[in-house]
Structures are given as C-alpha cells and as structure tokens.
C-alpha cells in the first residue's frame, strides 16, 4: 500500500523568508514517481515537479529547489524568498510502475496550507 | 496548447437529483482520470481511463456512480442520486500515458449537495 504524509498541516510566513514543505512517503515498490503540486484559491492543481525514484538529484529552479532522500523516504520542497502569490495548498503525490490496475494511481497526502504575509 | 477543460465549474442541486460532470482531456492524451477532492483532504482517485477502457474503477461507487468516455476522447462522471456526502470537488486529469507520466488536472466542478 503507498502512503504520502504531510506532517504540516498549515505553515505561515512573511513574505521573503524561505519556508519548506515536508513530504514523507511509503511503499513497497521500488519503482516510483513523486510529484508535487500546488493549488491555489481558484482551485486547480498546478504540477511542479516530478522525480523517479533512481534519481536522487536534488534541483533547484528558480525559488524552487527539492530534496529527494530515499534513505528516509522524503522529498521535501522549499520556496526562496517567499511571496504573496506563493500561499496556496502544496500537495505530494506517489505514483508506482509495477503492473496491476492500479499502478498509474497518485496517492496524495493531506496537503499543507501556506500563507505568505506581506 | 488548452489545458483539461471541465463543466460545469459550480453545481447546487437538492439530494436525490441526478447530476453530471463533463470533461476533455488536453489534445492527444489517451489516459484520463476523475478524482473526487473532500474538503481539506488530497484527492482520491474514482476512475481511469486508457483511451475508451475503464481500467481502474475500484474506488467508483458503482451503485449511485457511474462514468462513459465513449470515443476515447471526453468524459461524463455521473451521479445519480446525490446523497450530501457527494459534496465534494470532482476533478479531472489526463496524461500522455499511464507510467511515469504528468497528470494534468482540469479545474474541477464544485458540487453541493443540499
């Protein structure tokens, strides 16, 4: 079974300071993919990024930058100089390769709720 | 290059009304899902679709659910009837295929159910 924790449930900030989300994760496959995305008041969900599980390299796009450990099984995300516009609800997600009808599935965790503050 | 579309963006009807939820999938896309969003929960997926098959349907509610992508293309999620648990967002994704790939997710129908 995949399980996506999101131990934050709600993270406040001032605009400018970095803030990072916290994403762990199980299962039993050793072949995955992990996503995150964001959601904003109008409700769509937006993709951010997507990592397999062979590759450890952590990036850093912009403001963005992630850091996938499959040792402890995380892969947490951080904003640079947050922003206003950044405050929205983060989720993670896991989706597994193995066969069977349910791979292709993303499990999402319970979210976390950024506020940026001016 | 349009996104996933959905329709209708709100929806307000009484228990024990049908409903019904239409999506299209970006151009090309031959997967696409429905996922229902409960309030301050991730969303959970209902069904997936590869091309006109549904493949995975073991979250769908089978006795009041039910959903068709005929020609592979669009999708119709219905409801019928809607109990007030069915309050929720219903969205929509699609992806090139199914391992590995992006889902791309539509804006979703807000639905309440009074």
């Known amino acids: 079974a995949q399980k996506v924790t999101q131990a934050q449930t709600e993270i406040s900030v001032v605009e400018k300071e970095d803030v990072t989300l916290d994403c762990v994760y199980e299962t039993r496959d050793t072949t995955y993919y992990l996503f995150w995305y964001k959601q904003p008041p109008s409700g769509e969900l937006v993709f951010l990024i997507r990592?397999?599980?062979?590759?450890?390299q952590n990036e850093i796009s912009g403001r963005y930058s992630w850091n996938f450990q499959k040792s402890t099984s995380s892969f947490n995300f951080t904003i640079t100089a947050s922003q206003v516009v950044d405050s929205a609800v983060y989720f993670c997600?896991?989706?597994?390769?193995?066969?069977?009808?349910?791979?292709?599935?993303?499990?999402f965790g319970q979210g976390t709720i950024l506020t940026v503050h001016p | 290059e349009a996104g996933v579309v959905q329709s209708p963006r709100y929806k307000i009807i009484e228990k024990k009304q049908p409903v019904a939820f239409w999506c299209n999938p970006i151009?090309?896309?031959?997967?696409l899902y429905w996922y229902r969003q409960n309030l301050g929960q991730g969303p959970e997926l209902l069904i997936r679709y590869e091309n006109e098959e549904a493949v995975d349907d073991s979250q769908l509610p089978k006795d009041r659910f039910s959903a068709e992508r005929l020609k592979g293309v669009d999708s119709t999620l219905k409801i019928q009837p809607a109990e007030l648990g069915d309050s929720a967002v219903y969205l929509c994704?699609?992806?090139?295929?199914?391992?590995?790939?992006?889902?791309?997710f539509g804006p979703g129908t807000r639905l309440l159910v009074l």
């Open positions: 994704a699609s992806s090139l295929r199914v391992v590995g790939e992006t889902q791309y």
């Open positions: 997600a896991l989706t597994f390769l193995a066969g069977g009808t349910s791979y292709g599935k993303l499990t």
């Open positions: 151009s090309g896309h031959n997967t």
């Open positions: 990592r397999n599980s062979f590759d450890e």
